[in-house]
């Protein structure tokens, strides 16, 4: 079955065990190939990561390039809790959207795809343009003019602030930097809170994640460290 949303921005369809949500304005016939057959085009991508868990690959697919990261049970444990919780694809799409809303830069997810049984989701891949830069971790920090890195992550808390939000791994690995600007990525336990201890508590575990990032940078970790505190 085809659902469509009012606004005509998605397209989604629910058959065979399968769902996905797409972006109509990125639904080329590239993404839709990838999407009705994504582990074999995974298999054709070059590995990022691979972990238990999750596998990330870059697919090239006539010259359009995606990110595409598949989620998967861990264990016995982990498989009793999906049946409480989204998959982590869904949670990092939500997110995007509402960092979007925010102002915060990301990647651009143009699909989220749920694999599922009688009893609940198995496996779930979230599907992204590709995004050029330096991972954060790799940048030359002593190039960054007028305090440009410290100006960014400081915006990026302060707007995650606004929403209710924390990151959840905010280390210096999951941000990109392209022309000047900063995109977080791996949204998959970016999470909204109700209360405003809780957001407060967890926006500063992000604070003190980023900072460790910096241990080898004195000077940065001490700008950051006095404007977040």
């Known amino acids: ?20 949500i797409a972006k109509k304005k990125y639904l080329s016939k590239n993404l839709q190939e990838i999407i009705s057959q994504i582990d ?4 054709k991508g070059e590995s ?8 990330i690959v870059r697919l090239n697919l006539n010259e359009e390039i995606f990110i595409i990261k598949k989620y998967q049970i861990k264990g016995l444990w982990h498989y009793l809790r999906k049946f409480f919780s989204q998959t982590r694809a869904f949670t990092a799409w939500k997110a995007s959207h509402w960092f979007k809303a925010a102002g915060i830069k990301t990647f651009n997810i143009v699909a989220v795809i749920e694999r599922y049984n009688s009893l609940t989701t198995t496996e779930s891949y ?32 302060k707007r995650l602030r606004w929403i209710d939000f924390n990151h959840g791994d905010s280390k210096s690995s999951n941000f990109i930097l ?18 405003k201890f809780r957001v407060k508590n967890k926006i500063i575990k992000d604070q003190r994640r980023i900072l460790k990032s910096f241990e080898e940078h ?8 006095k404007r977040f505190y």
């Open 178 to 195: 392209f022309q000047k600007k900063l995109f977080v990525f791996d949204l998959d336990i970016s999470k909204r809170r109700f209360l």
């Open 218 to 225: 004195k000077k940065t970790k001490d700008s950051l460290t």
């Open 126 to 157: 979230s599907i992204s343009l590709n995004l050029p830069g330096e991972r954060l971790d790799e940048v030359d920090i002593n190039e960054q003019k007028e305090h440009l890195i410290e100006n960014r992550l400081y915006s990026f808390f």
């Open 1 to 20: 079955s085809e659902i469509q949303k009012d606004t005509s921005e998605y397209l989604g369809r629910n058959e065979d065990n399968l769902r996905w």
């Open 48 to 55: 990022i990561k691979d972990e238990k868990g999750h596998k």
């Open 40 to 43: 074999m085009h995974m298999e």
